[in-house]
């Protein structure tokens, strides 16, 4: 067996053409992006959203601060960007300099505009099943596995990574979508035995290769939202042999990564919509 490879890079291409619609139908969008410090990886990251963006239409506000910031000074600027009317969507890029408490930032950010789901309310809103705005990365990790019919009620789903960007979201989401739902760590006792029964195996932990053939059940359905920057290349979680063992697998680079962005960009287009009136936001 030879897995067949979900192709993010297609299925974004599609997403954002979507998006691009909705943006022409609603008029002007505004994201507003914040990078503290000069981390390069968040400095690609932050590029890369930008430009998308602007692809389909969405003004992209890139306001930058020195990485010795305080956290009154971020405070402030997030306050600023809460209180401007011409921005929809506000993004935070993580990971933020030791001295700012991210938590605290993210609970800053008005829930309607939090395009990275992170706020508490929208986090709650996902606990509790009733879906506001979402995490980018989960969000496209479902649209994948939809996209490729992978069966999920009443499937075994095993997620490694417990992180609230990703890991913890996208066990609630398989939970909702009637799968039963086992999360692995770094503490986890025997991370094979989970890993084997799993139908549905979502890998999130930054440990390039940490999956090996071994571990996948036969004709499992294998999601790897990981990816290392090595000498040879980006590599992901999960070790290539994998594809010999797993009916589907996503491929490193061009699986999850255009997903997450394009994701994000739906985010920011829903933030208009309840900012709009045209979905109904809960009351915080």
Do not use: W
Not at 165 to 183: D, E, I, R, S, Y
Request: aromatic share 2%; hydrophobic share 45%.
């Amino acid at each position: 067996m030879t897995a067949t490879m979900m192709d993010g890079a297609a299925l974004a291409a599609r997403i954002r053409s979507d998006v691009k619609a909705e943006v022409a139908e609603l008029g002007e969008i505004g994201l507003a992006t914040v990078l503290v410090g000069d981390d390069p990886a968040s400095e690609i990251y932050i590029r890369r959203k930008h430009k998308a963006a602007e692809e389909v239409g969405i003004r992209a506000l890139d306001r930058r601060l020195p990485a010795e910031t305080s956290e009154s000074e971020l405070l402030e600027l997030v306050g600023e960007l809460n209180e401007d009317d011409s921005i929809d969507g506000i993004l935070v890029q993580t990971p933020l300099p030791p001295q700012l408490d991210e938590a605290r930032i993210m609970r800053t950010i008005d829930p309607v505009k939090d395009v990275d789901g992170l706020h508490p309310f929208n986090a709650g809103q996902l606990y509790l099943g009733h879906q506001t705005l979402v995490p980018a990365t989960p969000l496209g990790v479902m649209t994948l596995l939809d996209e490729y019919r992978i069966p999920l009620a009443g499937q075994q789903a095993v997620v490694l990574g417990r992180s609230p960007l990703v890991g913890k979201p996208v066990a609630m989401l398989l939970l909702q979508a009637n799968a039963t739902v086992t999360m692995c760590h770094s503490r986890t006792a025997d991370l094979a035995r989970q890993t084997l029964a799993a139908d549905v195996l979502v890998v999130a932990v930054g440990h390039s290769g940490l999956v090996t053939a071994d571990m996948v059940k036969q004709g499992a359905a294998v999601v790897d939202v990981g990816i290392t920057r090595t000498e040879a290349g980006l590599v992901g979680d999960v070790d290539p042999g994998v594809a010999e063992i797993a009916a589907f697998l996503t491929p490193v680079p061009g699986g999850v990564g255009p997903m997450t962005i394009a994701c994000l960009l739906g985010n920011a287009v829903r933030a208009a919509r309840y900012r709009r009136g045209a979905l109904a936001f809960p009351r915080v």
